[in-house]
């Protein structure tokens, strides 16, 4: 099994920046796909953001391209996504998921 540490949620004003950070342990193979999905309050789970680490293939949700960025550290087990622009719809919780597995969650909140 994998497991799935995410860090980096917080308070931020509308229009800062957050990078959450998802730390991988276990059995993963570097052709794993890892992506972070939000959960809003009151609402079903969301894919935000995906990387495929073999060929570099990333995927956004048209609600925050050009404003995140997925990126990974192969070496480190880690990706991460970097938030710029945020809006209070961006509020939620943020999990990453690789292979079927999930984290616990880490907590954003946008303040207008």
């Known amino acids: 099994d994998v497991q799935l540490q995410a860090s980096g949620g917080g308070l931020v004003q509308a229009g800062g920046s957050l990078r959450l950070s998802c730390a991988a342990a276990g059995l993963i193979s570097e052709n794993y796909a890892i992506g972070w999905f939000r959960q809003a309050p009151r609402k079903e789970r969301k894919a935000v953001a995906c990387i495929n680490s073999f060929d570099g293939n990333t995927y956004y949700a048209d609600s925050v391209k050009g404003r995140f960025t997925i990126s990974r550290d192969n070496a480190k087990n880690t990706v991460y996504l970097q938030m710029n622009s945020l809006k209070p719809d961006d509020t939620g919780v943020y999990y990453c998921?690789?292979?079927?597995?999930w984290g616990q969650g880490t907590l954003v909140t946008v303040s207008s």
């Open positions: 998921t690789a292979g079927g597995n």
